[in-house]
């Protein structure tokens, strides 16, 4: 018998790739990497060639100069040039273990920006503390998350909508999910929603940002929503407990709807808050041109390049936090 090696997925191990995942979930946002260049390509060649999608991965830059003397100037200059380049809603700041560990002060990086360049319509700028000596990819995801929560929802009257947050499922999950509240006449707001970022039809012309994502103002108006549905185990960075504890909105867990028990605890608490029933399989809701139509438009990539060849192999289910309470129940 050979022996058994043991390995470490390092982009498991990456907080900051989570984290720029998260922001991807959102409409306009370009994820800001504030450490070195060499951070930002891996994580985005890894995003590439994992979900044959383009994505762009913002950076700060930094050199040994920078991590002697401080990345302020390389900061700002970089935060200018995605402006230029993308002009984002929101910037998604991540640090890095290089910024950590110098013990850069970001958030006073993003006041000084602001302060110098009032005069300029800047976007959105929210920052997560992400090194990865500090968590893994989920705990990068969930900073991201919080940061959001709370660097751009506002108190707003009470609109009667459910904010859902998935945690880390695919692009078809949450097509699902956004397919699910259409059915049920609930007006259902993801957070993020990456949907048609990382799953979307071949373009004609290449654009910096692909369309999708949840949008800004859905965020700002969250606070307003009945509740905030967190699926999986809660996280100690939980962005629902965050909007709670800040401004009030009602936190529900439950777990991600795998199995027939996950899946009615689930589905009973969407319509205990929304006040409405489970459709039927049969709804015709399913059948519109409008789902058809960009399920086509990404079949062909998907057909061109597949990720797992399958065929007469043992497979297992790669799980998460997410999901692996359900799945073992």
């Known amino acids: 018998m050979s022996e058994y090696v043991s390995t470490i997925n390092a982009c498991k191990m990456c907080m900051p790739i989570g984290a720029a995942l998260a922001f991807r979930g959102i409409d306009g946002c370009i994820p800001y990497i504030h450490g070195s260049q060499g951070c930002a390509t891996y994580m985005r060649r890894y995003i590439i060639s994992h979900f044959r999608e383009p994505i762009d991965i913002a950076s700060s830059s930094m050199d040994e100069k920078a991590a002697v003397h401080g990345g302020g100037p390389n900061f700002k200059k970089g935060i200018l040039n995605v402006m230029r380049k993308y002009n984002p809603q929101l910037v998604g700041v991540a640090t890095t273990c290089l910024t950590e560990t110098i013990g850069e002060d970001v958030p006073r990086l993003v006041q000084e920006f602001r302060e110098e360049f009032a005069d300029l319509p800047l976007p959105e700028i929210v920052t997560a503390s992400t090194p990865s000596y500090s968590g893994t990819h989920i705990d990068g995801w969930h900073a991201a998350l919080q940061a959001v929560v709370n660097g751009v929802a506002q108190p707003v009257d009470s609109?009667?909508?459910?904010?859902?947050?998935?945690?880390?499922?695919?692009?078809?999950?949450?097509?699902?999910?956004?397919?699910?509240?259409?059915?049920?006449?609930?007006?259902?707001?993801?957070?993020?929603d990456f949907s048609d970022v990382l799953d979307g039809p071949t373009w004609e012309t290449y654009q910096p940002l692909a369309p999708g994502g949840t949008p800004m103002e859905a965020i700002r108006r969250m606070a307003g929503a009945r509740a905030t549905v967190e699926l999986g185990v809660p996280h100690r960075l939980s962005p629902a407990q965050s909007l709670e504890q800040r401004l009030g909105t009602p936190a529900?867990?439950?777990?991600?709807?795998?199995?027939?028990?996950?899946?009615d605890r689930f589905l009973g608490v969407l319509t205990e808050l929304g006040g409405c029933v489970v459709p039927r399989p049969a709804d015709q809701a399913l059948r519109g041109e409008d789902r058809l139509q960009p399920a086509a438009g990404s079949r062909v990539p998907h057909q061109s390049s597949s990720i797992r060849v399958l065929r007469g192999r043992p497979t297992t289910r790669p799980s998460g936090p997410t999901s692996s309470r359900s799945m073992l129940r």
């Open 252 to 263: 529900r867990f439950t777990d991600t709807p795998i199995g027939l028990r996950a899946t």
């Open 159 to 192: 609109h009667g909508g459910v904010t859902l947050m998935p945690g880390f499922l695919s692009p078809a999950d949450h097509r699902w999910f956004k397919e699910l509240g259409a059915r049920m006449g609930l007006t259902l707001t993801l957070l993020p």
